[in-house]
């Protein structure tokens, strides 16, 4: 049996940031993170990376005050507040170039339509977003179809998130922290309402700290039935396109449920949908084409765009479409999962706040709104 203060299962965005976390808090710490695959290779790499704190925001968030929305709100905020100081500390220990950009994410408004509703509505949720003309948007995004205006929000950035986890990976490699690939944890042993290790088919960990971080895969431990809240994967489709050059799209965008983000290197990225196809990850023609016929509808030379490749991830969302961070029943066990669409950009904040308390057991008022508790009231 190998022996650890803290065994995370799990090697996504998460568990390797809570990690990376970990060892900035203290040195000494041996700590291990357990992956079944290869770090990094599920929802945070087939993601795309863009932050914006309001995406899964409804029309429900203006009834109650203090409703689970608001908070959430505030936390992705609060992440968004602290992403770039992140990110460039393990750019800095990795030498990895993540490719946070800064230029702003684009809400199209189509030619028929006014931004009147959709500029105010940000103003309400409390989100930066400036209004630009059609005239403005064709010369700050000149590839873009005849009459479309923009809702321009500046505090929207991107980040190339397939970079951002091999950064993580390697920063965590350089401080001692132990990556074990191809080693699927199945077994947790509880004795006396505490974790006593946990173990695979060839290998049995023990430490003073748990962290579970196992993405779609959360809730797929029957040891912990009860204990972990549900938590399903939603399948996302990506379709991935070379353009001319690197600057022909500017701006990553959506219009209503679709988006597309360029990235440094000329790609650009299509998507999405959010399908609930338990843990089938198959892409399909149909919504493909449906992608090209959006891309084309917006920036009608796309037509002349190569395809690379496309793509599924697996969204791991709970009950209420919430993240569950934080202390579990089990004394010695912590979750954080269920980021569901907001993963990349919760990032830095679920690593500080859940290393806080795992190492000092604060509780952030940020963070308890986002227990386990809520799910298990009665
Ligand atoms: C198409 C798509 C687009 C997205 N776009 C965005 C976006 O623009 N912005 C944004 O912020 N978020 C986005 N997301 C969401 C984001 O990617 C996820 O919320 C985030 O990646 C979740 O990270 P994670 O570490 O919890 O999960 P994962 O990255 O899935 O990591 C979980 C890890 O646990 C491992 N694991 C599972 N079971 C076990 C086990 N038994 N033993 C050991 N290891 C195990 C898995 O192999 C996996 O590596 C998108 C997701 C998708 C699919």
Request: charged share 25%.
């Amino acid at each position: 049996m190998k022996s650890y203060d803290i065994v995370i299962i799990g090697a996504g965005i998460v568990g390797l940031s809570i990690a990376y976390e970990l060892r900035l808090r203290n040195q000494k710490l041996r700590i291990a993170v357990v992956e079944k695959g290869t770090p990094g290779k599920e929802a945070s790499w087939a993601s795309v990376g863009m932050l914006e704190p309001q995406l899964i925001i409804t029309q429900d968030f203006l009834k109650e005050e203090n409703s689970i929305q608001r908070l959430f709100l505030n936390l992705c905020i609060e992440s968004q507040f602290i992403f770039e100081e992140y990110i460039r500390r393990i750019e800095w220990v990795s030498k990895v170039n993540c490719e946070y950009r800064k230029e702003g994410i684009l809400k199209l408004i189509p030619p028929d339509e006014t931004a009147d509703e959709k500029i105010a509505w940000l103003a309400r949720i409390g989100i930066r977003g400036h209004y630009w003309s059609p005239e403005e948007t064709e010369e700050r995004e000149p590839a873009l179809a005849e009459g479309y205006s923009a809702i321009h929000l500046p505090g929207n950035h991107q980040v190339e998130n397939r970079k951002l986890v091999k950064a993580l990976t390697y920063a965590c490699k350089q401080t001692q922290v132990e990556i074990l690939e191809n080693c699927a944890i199945t077994d947790f042993k509880v004795v006396n309402d505490a974790v006593a290790d946990v173990s695979g088919p060839t290998e049995t960990f023990s430490a003073a700290h748990y962290v579970l971080t196992a993405g779609a895969w959360t809730s797929q431990f029957p040891g912990l039935h009860g204990i972990i809240p549900d938590i399903r994967p939603m399948r996302g489709q990506i379709f991935s396109m070379q353009m001319p050059h690197e600057r022909f799209v500017r701006h990553a965008g959506s219009l209503d449920d679709f988006y597309y983000v360029p990235r440094n290197d000329g790609r650009i990225l299509i998507g999405s949908t959010v399908e609930d196809a338990g843990f089938n990850k198959s892409v399909s023609n149909d919504v493909t084409d449906g992608f090209l016929k959006k891309l084309e509808t917006i920036f009608p030379n796309s037509v002349y765009f190569k395809a690379i490749e496309s793509w599924a991830g697996l969204r791991p969302v709970s009950e209420d479409r919430f993240p569950v961070l934080g202390e579990t029943a089990l004394g010695n066990l912590y979750v954080a999962s269920g980021h569901f669409r907001n993963g990349i950009l919760l990032m830095p904040i679920t690593a500080r706040l859940m290393a806080d308390m795992i190492l000092d057991q604060k509780v952030s008022p940020l963070i308890r709104p986002f227990s386990t508790a809520r799910f298990f009231r009665d």
